[in-house]
């Protein structure tokens, strides 16, 4: 497990579970974000649809879970509480 280290200098086991995923998730962002920016479809598909598809293309060497964790973390942005 990696480590890192807060604002305050203090040392911290890493949370995350899925680097390769965070690596890519400001890029991925800007692939997919436009299609939570419409409501419902985009082009008669849903928007999910279609942002697992853009995902998919973009990184090949994902897998269909990492696809769908990566498209769930970036949609959760635009949730509505």
């Given at each position: 497990?990696?480590?890192?280290?807060?604002?305050?200098g203090?040392?911290?086991?890493?949370?995350?579970?899925?680097?390769?995923?965070?690596?890519?998730?400001d890029?991925?962002?800007?692939?997919?974000?436009?299609?939570?920016?419409?409501?419902?479809?985009?082009?008669?598909?849903?928007?999910?649809?279609?942002?697992?598809?853009?995902?998919?293309?973009?990184?090949?060497?994902?897998?269909?879970?990492?696809?769908?964790?990566?498209?769930?973390?970036?949609?959760?942005?635009?949730?509505?509480?």
């Amino acid at each position: 497990m990696e480590t890192r280290i807060d604002n305050q200098g203090a040392y911290h086991d890493e949370r995350r579970r899925h680097p390769h995923l965070r690596a890519i998730f400001d890029d991925a962002c800007g692939r997919i974000d436009h299609f939570f920016h419409a409501n419902g479809e985009w082009a008669n598909s849903p928007m999910d649809y279609l942002a697992h598809r853009v995902v998919h293309e973009a990184y090949p060497g994902l897998t269909s879970r990492d696809v769908r964790m990566l498209v769930t973390a970036i949609e959760s942005r635009y949730q509505v509480t």
